[in-house]
T-cell receptor
Framework: NAGVTQTPKFQVLKTGQSMTLQCAQD?????MSWYRQDPGMGLRLIHY???????DQGEVPNGYNVSRSTTEDFPLRLLSAAPSQTSVYFCASSYVGRTEAFFGQGTRLTVV | GQQVMQIPQYQHVQEGEDFTTYCNSS?????IQWYKQRPGGHPVFLIQ?????EVKKQKRLTFQFGEAKKNSSLHITATQTTDVGTYFC??????????FGTGTSLTVIP
């Protein structure tokens, strides 16, 4: 059972480039979310989804897009990377109803 | 911005000493979760508290949810080197949107 799989694990981007962080889960969870983790800031919610076709914004959505075409996948798109988006990104999934969240291994992104 | 504050940010203890981290919310929470993140790792779920005044124990770890459901604490008795990591609380008001605290980084000195 793979759980939550994130790719890539590491990425370096130049300012202005775009890219997609991939997230897939095989637990049939309805709820998926993206967080960014910065030193001293904890984990901040970027976007979340309660099911296929439904997405909503979290605390820090600017500069990011998401879509949820299937239950399994929840990609995060950086439209035009900025140095302020240098961070570690985590994808998480859970059943709807405020149950435990399972996190992926994280993607360490550096924007230069 | 952050709705859930967590203190202290860092804690160094000698192995065998106790450790406590506190979580405070400006609003009433429907539930609160605790996670542990090892250095270089990802957050791993520890427990969820739902009821006012709830206390749960997991071996040396004791979790409490305040009577007003605005604060919570995690207490570790007799720390071990395996307890090293960052402990996060995450509170929810409604729905599935969880707000994470800033975390407490625990260092255990052998």
């Amino acid at each position: 059972n793979a759980g939550v799989t994130q790719t890539p694990k590491f990425q370096v981007l130049k300012t202005g480039q775009s890219m997609t962080l991939q997230c897939a889960q095989d637990m049939n969870h309805e709820y998926m979310s993206w967080y960014r983790q910065d030193p001293g800031m904890g984990l901040r919610l970027i976007h979340y989804s309660v099911g296929a076709g439904i997405t909503d914004q979290g605390e820090v959505p600017n500069g990011y897009n998401v879509s949820r075409s299937t239950t399994e996948d929840f990609p995060l798109r950086l439209l035009s990377a900025a140095p302020s988006q240098t961070s570690v990104y985590f994808c998480a999934s859970s059943y709807v109803g405020r149950t435990e969240a399972f996190f992926g291994q994280g993607t360490r992104l550096t924007v230069v | 911005g952050q709705q859930v504050m967590q203190i202290p940010q860092y804690q160094h203890v000698q192995e065998g000493e106790d450790f406590t981290t506190y979580c405070n919310s400006s609003t009433t929470l429907s539930n609160i979760q605790w996670y542990k993140q090892r250095p270089g790792g990802h957050p791993v779920f520890l427990i969820q508290l739902v009821k006012s005044g709830e206390v749960k124990k997991q071996k040396r770890l004791t979790f409490q949810f305040g009577e007003a459901k605005k604060n919570s604490s995690l207490h570790i008795t007799a720390t071990q080197t395996t307890d090293v990591g960052t402990y996060f609380c995450a509170g929810s008001n409604t729905g599935n949107q969880f707000y994470f605290g800033t975390g407490t980084s625990l260092t255990v000195i052998p």
